[in-house]
């Protein structure tokens, strides 16, 4: 039973066959970010991939676009407006996310890239943000596929477990919104809490998580800078120039508005996609090598960000 297993995972017309049928299950609408990345993970664990070179190649082109087209699904002067009324916590929550992530990062001894990932996913907007450090902080398939599969962990813990919190310590609907925004990582995680929390939950939480969503491009411009250390037009990931022009076509075209679920549609299938193939790249040396550090980190830093921030907004809202 054991060789006839092993003769159908090292037959190379099934292991194309299956990474197609994958591949192509994750652009249908059915499968989200999260179950693409593991289910990338899970080709890798039984099978080997069957050209690497193009694998490579669709991740990385396809987490840059992706990211772009995320921009369609903001509307930089509501994203302004809000970001305003909680500026100074959302700035602190970031802030302090990073630093603390960093923090932990070191003193777990983890790759650099990793932790710096892990930290800017749970800082900003989970695996949108990932994708969009990647390439800044020039992280491999391994580290991504490490990172990404970290944060989409504790975003279903948070999806779960959130709203049972929010409604025990009997939390208004706009400190929960403000709560879920600031905490979970992913935005899907984020509407699909709010939404179980009430209507103004899902309004403010959506509102204040797309606006923090908008320190992907200053964030990301540190991290390629200080990767590189210099200043120069080649450290500018040019992704990111492409999400600010989304953001403001989106804002100020009128075509772009009527359109903008399409472009999010596409946003979020591409990468889905992009992170199937990532998860393809994930095999069983590389998590045996990276070991269970990243998750110490990942559920120790959200711990505590859940914590100050629940205090925060209960103090304040």
């Known amino acids: 039973m054991k060789k006839t297993l092993t003769t159908f995972q090292s037959n190379p017309t099934i292991a194309k066959i299956i990474y197609f049928l994958l591949a192509l299950s994750t652009l249908t609408p059915w499968v989200s970010t999260a179950t693409a990345l593991f289910s990338g993970i ?5 099978f080997k991939i069957p ?18 087209f995320l921009g369609f699904g903001l509307n930089a002067v509501d994203a302004l407006e809000t970001g305003s009324e909680g500026s100074l916590i959302t700035f602190s929550s970031i802030a302090f ?19 710096r990932l892990i930290a800017s996913g749970t800082a900003i907007c989970g695996g949108s943000a990932i994708a969009a450090m990647a390439p800044a902080l020039r992280a491999n398939e391994r580290q991504i596929s490490v990172a990404m599969a970290t944060v989409f ?17 009997h939390l208004t609907q706009e400190q929960f919104g403000w709560w879920a925004a600031l905490a979970i990582h992913d935005t899907s995680a984020v509407v699909g809490a709010g939404q179980a929390y009430g209507e103004e939950a899902l309004r403010i939480a959506t509102t204040v998580k797309l606006t923090r969503a ?27 120039i492409g999400f600010v022009i989304a953001m403001l076509l ?11 679920h399409v ?5 979020h ?5 992009a992170l199937f193939t990532v998860g393809c790249t994930l095999d069983v040396e590389s998590v045996k090598h990276v070991g269970t550090k990243p998750m110490y980190q990942g559920i120790s830093l959200w711990v505590i960000i859940s914590s100050i921030s629940l205090i925060a907004v209960m103090n304040i809202f």
Do not use: C, E, H, R
Not at 42 to 46: G, K, R, V
Not at 219 to 240: D, E, H, R, W, Y
Not at 250 to 259: A, C, E, G, L, S
Not at 263 to 267: E, L, P, S, Y
């Open 42 to 46: 899970f080709f890798a664990l039984l």
């Open 51 to 68: 050209n690497p070179t193009l694998n490579k190649k669709i991740s990385s082109s396809l987490l840059k676009w992706s990211v772009v």
């Open 97 to 115: 996310t990073l630093l603390f992530g960093a923090f932990l990062g070191k003193k777990l001894g983890l790759d650099k890239t990793i932790y």
């Open 153 to 169: 962990v504790l975003n279903a813990v948070a999806l779960v477990t959130f709203p049972v919190v929010g409604k025990y310590l």
């Open 214 to 240: 908008l320190w992907i491009v200053p964030v990301s411009l540190i991290a390629s800078l200080t990767q590189s250390g210099k200043i120069s037009l080649k450290t500018m990931p040019t992704f990111i």
């Open 250 to 260: 989106n804002t100020y075209v009128p075509f772009f508005q009527q359109y903008s």
């Open 263 to 267: 472009f999010n549609f596409i946003a």
């Open 269 to 273: 299938k591409g990468l889905s996609l």
